[in-house]
């Protein structure tokens, strides 16, 4: 896992599965962060730039545009965003991609809310 470090704020949620942004939702909220949600790749893009979130979940599968591309023009605007990425398919090479361009780590579908709480806590300290 990478260190990817930032102050605390927004988090932004990126998915088009309901269930998984009410489950995040939760989850953040309870913990909490203030969750935003972008269903929408480009969506997602315009509200990082607006709002600036301390960090991101960021799916594969968008019905707009790939996650690979969406975590690129981000790294572009803010190279030290800390991004997990989410995904329900097990494809290795878009893994080792998604590190290459800067995830911090990437959780399968289904996950495990305590690894998230885990993995936030080493990307955005103790901080509630």
Same mark, same amino acid.
């Given at each position: 896992m990478?260190?990817?470090i930032r102050n605390r704020g927004m988090i932004l949620i990126v998915d088009d599965e309901q269930a998984i942004c009410n489950l995040l939702t939760r989850f953040l909220k309870r913990e909490?962060?203030?969750p935003e949600i972008a269903k929408l790749g480009y969506d997602a893009?315009?509200? +990082?730039k607006d709002k600036n979130p301390s960090l991101f979940f960021l799916d594969m599968k968008l019905p707009d545009i790939d996650g690979l591309e969406v975590l690129k023009k981000m790294k572009e605007i803010n190279k030290g965003i800390p991004v997990i990425m989410i995904s329900a398919y097990r494809d290795s090479e878009r893994v080792v991609?998604?590190?290459r361009l800067g995830a911090c780590d990437y959780i399968f579908k289904? +996950?495990?809310i305590n690894?998230?709480?885990v993995t936030m806590k080493s990307l955005l300290g103790n901080r509630k």
């Amino acid at each position: 896992m990478f260190s990817c470090i930032r102050n605390r704020g927004m988090i932004l949620i990126v998915d088009d599965e309901q269930a998984i942004c009410n489950l995040l939702t939760r989850f953040l909220k309870r913990e909490g962060y203030d969750p935003e949600i972008a269903k929408l790749g480009y969506d997602a893009i315009t509200i +990082f730039k607006d709002k600036n979130p301390s960090l991101f979940f960021l799916d594969m599968k968008l019905p707009d545009i790939d996650g690979l591309e969406v975590l690129k023009k981000m790294k572009e605007i803010n190279k030290g965003i800390p991004v997990i990425m989410i995904s329900a398919y097990r494809d290795s090479e878009r893994v080792v991609s998604a590190f290459r361009l800067g995830a911090c780590d990437y959780i399968f579908k289904p +996950f495990d809310i305590n690894y998230l709480k885990v993995t936030m806590k080493s990307l955005l300290g103790n901080r509630k």
